[in-house]
Every structure is written in C-alpha cells, then in structure tokens.
C-alpha cells in the first residue's frame, strides 16, 4: 500500500522498549482529543481518546496525557512492538464532547520499530 | 460484521473532469465524515451527515459537495478537477451525530489527478 508517512517526522525505537509520541494542538478551545495510529494502505484506526477535564487516561499498553497549559498531548506505548510501526496522529475537536463535525488532525509522527 | 467501505479502491482522472467516490457505512450508523489527506499530512475534514441532512462543512470550495442516501451511504463529488485535488479520499461511520468518537475509518479512495 502507499506510505502515508512520507516527510513526516520519524521515530524509531527498539523492539520492546516504550514509545513517546508528541502533538502540539492549535486551538485552547478544543476539548476532545483523539490518537489515531494508521498504516500503509489503510485508514486511521482509533487508539485512545481524552476529554480536557482530564490529563491523563490509561488504555492496553497506552497512555495519553494533555497538558492543558502548554497545549501538549503525547501518546505513550509500553513494550512497543512490531506492529505498532505506523504513522501516529493527534485530532482535536471543539464542541461539547465532540458533537461538532469538525475533527482537526495534526501532521503526524512516523513511528518505526526494530527488531 | 462489514467495516466502512469505499470505493473505488484507486482512480486517475485528467484535470478538469469530475469525480464521484462512494461510501457505505457501518450498518446502523447514520453519520458519515468525509476527509482529504494528502500525502504526508493529516486528514482535512470535508463534510460530515447525518440523518441526510449536510452537519458540517470544513473549509473545501463549492466544488465539493456530497449527500447521503435514505441507506445511509454517501457520494462526494468533486467537479473541475484541480492537480492539488490529488490524495486519499477517507470516509468515516458513526452511530451518532457527534463525530469525533466512534468514529471508524474506510480504506480510503486514492485520487489521482493528472
């Protein structure tokens, strides 16, 4: 399938060690984000999500956190492993909970993994 | 249970033509997200429906334009094709009208534009 990662910045990490992936947001009004992970070929396929009134949620080996003050949110994978190679991206949303239509994707991170 | 499909898979069209691409959503949602992604960024939102009617509409010119059928599928059309219209053409289901969570992703349409 055709890379939807070229040009994007890449990070590469060792077969089970944990992954960081940052996103700076656009907007301070946003109060829903979402990670989405897609691979070649395919479309983004939903990871973990997280309200503003929060600044932390756990999932199976990921982990979000926002933080508010600087518009930061970062996407931690534990253990990584080889099918998590992917691209990353972070979404925002401005509404109440996500009722807008509106999802503003960031560029995306190029997460590759070795064995 | 079928996920969201599009088609068709690939397609080349010559600058200036139009272009219809197809949607069928997950059975029992009724909202349907349709995005652009050019290579190497990340999805720009386009249109999202619900129950038929048009929800929102992301920053795209007037040759955009999309419905939604009474099954819950969907066409977005793009007229006078532009070089800068090629790009992965995504459509995404939801149950509800809120679009940012449950959401679920297509295969994506992939637009070349010559």
């Known amino acids: ?55 932390k949620r756990q999932g199976q080996r990921v982990t979000v956190l926002l933080n508010k003050t600087v518009k930061h949110l970062s996407l931690q994978i534990a253990a990584t492993q080889p099918g998590d190679s992917a691209v990353y991206f972070c979404a925002e949303n401005i509404g109440d909970g996500g009722s807008q239509g509106n999802l503003i994707f960031g560029k995306g991170t190029k997460l590759s993994v070795k064995p | 249970d079928a996920g969201v499909t599009q088609s068709p898979t690939h397609l080349i069209k010559t600058r200036g033509q139009h272009v219809t691409l197809r949607c069928s959503p997950i059975s029992g949602h009724k909202s349907v997200s349709w995005y652009q992604q050019v290579l190497g960024q990340g999805p720009q939102f386009i249109f999202q429906y619900y129950e038929k009617e048009e929800r929102g509409r992301g920053n795209f010119p007037d040759r955009f334009s999309a419905r939604q059928f009474p099954n819950y599928s969907s066409e977005l059309n793009v007229n006078a094709l532009l070089l800068g219209d090629s790009a992965l053409y995504l459509c995404a289901s939801s149950s509800v009208r809120a679009v940012a969570y449950e959401q679920y992703f297509g295969p994506g349409t992939r637009l070349t534009v010559t």
């Not at chain 1, 070649?40 to 973990?48: D, R, T």
Request: glycine fraction near 10%; hydrophobic fraction near 30%; aromatic fraction near 10%.
């Open chain 1, 1 to 55: 399938g055709e890379s939807v990662g070229l040009h994007l910045p890449t990070l590469s990490v060792q077969e089970g060690d944990n992954s960081i992936i940052n996103c700076a947001y656009s907007n301070s009004a946003s109060d829903y984000f979402i990670w989405y992970k897609q691979e070649s070929g395919k479309g983004p396929q939903f990871i973990i999500d997280i309200r503003s009134n929060m600044d």
